[in-house]
Nanobody, 124 residues
Framework: QVQLVESGGGLVQAGGSLRLSCALSGGSFSGAVIGWFRQTPGHTREFVAAIRPGGNLYYGDSVTGRSTISRDNAKFTSDLQVNKLKPEDTAVYYC??????????????????WGQGTQVTVST
């Protein structure tokens, strides 16, 4: 049973940085596409970033240029760093995984497994 656990959320001042981590257990991490999404009340989940097993990186428009996604296959973890945080970055951040091929990497329906989410609040 694949499980994902996010950590690293919290309260951050605008302009600061945050590093979130996602730990995968119960499955093949090296073969997994890892995605990060975020969601605010009343809205659908928004694509933030993704990384393929081979290391190809993808970023959503809202974080392009100020975010970095990475993976450590030895530790079964993926990190998402977001810099220059804005109040509009406030959301619950989720990591997701698909063990296998993903064609539409920014779509929530492409992923089979989801973490419980971690709250990020950016204060002014």
């Amino acid at each position: 049973q694949v499980q994902l656990v996010e950590s690293g959320g919290g309260l951050v001042q605008a302009g600061g940085s945050l590093r979130l981590s996602c730990a995968l257990s119960g499955g093949s991490f090296s073969g997994a596409v890892i995605g990060w999404f975020r969601q605010t009340p009343g809205h659908t989940r928004e694509f933030v970033a993704a990384i393929r097993p081979g290391g190809n990186l993808y970023y959503g428009d809202s974080v392009t240029g100020r975010s970095t996604i990475s993976r450590d296959n030895a530790k079964f973890t993926s990190d998402l760093q977001v810099n220059k945080l804005k109040p509009e970055d406030t959301a619950v951040y989720y990591c997701a995984a698909k063990i296998g091929r993903v064609q539409y990497i920014s779509m929530t329906s492409s992923y089979d497994y989801w973490g419980q989410g971690t709250q990020v609040t950016v204060s002014t």
